[in-house]
Nanobody, 121 residues
């Protein structure tokens, strides 16, 4: 089992920045990827960014490329999502996620509790 605890999120004006952090504990040695999903009202949960646990290779959703950055702090077992240039369409509940498989497959995913990000126009 892997436990995920998120922090960050909140309300920001368009063009502003927010930073989300996710601390992982438990069987982290078995992980393949960690990352962030988001879900807006009435929409499916979508993968925003991921980072490979061992290679640190990152993958970003096209709509956030150049604005969001995902990184991993090895010493703290933490994954961070730096969000710059936020847009109203980025408004959603953001979920930290981890898996022993590629996150894009959405199989055997450990989930954080979710944190609200609201971008006002």
């Amino acid at each position: 089992q892997v436990q995920l605890v998120e922090s960050g999120g909140g309300l920001v004006q368009a063009g502003g920045s927010l930073r989300l952090s996710c601390s992982a504990s438990g069987r982290t040695f078995s992980l393949y990827e960690m990352g962030w999903f988001r879900q807006a009202p009435g929409k499916e949960r979508e993968l925003v960014a991921s980072i490979n646990w061992s290679s640190f290779k990152t993958s970003m959703r096209d709509s956030v490329k150049g604005r969001f950055t995902i990184s991993r702090d090895t010493a703290k077992n933490t994954v961070n999502l730096q969000m710059n240039g936020l847009k109203p369409e980025d408004t959603a509940v953001y979920y930290c996620a981890a898996s022993e498989l590629p996150l894009i497959e959405k199989r055997s995913v450990y989930w954080g509790q979710g944190t609200q990000v609201t971008v006002s126009s």
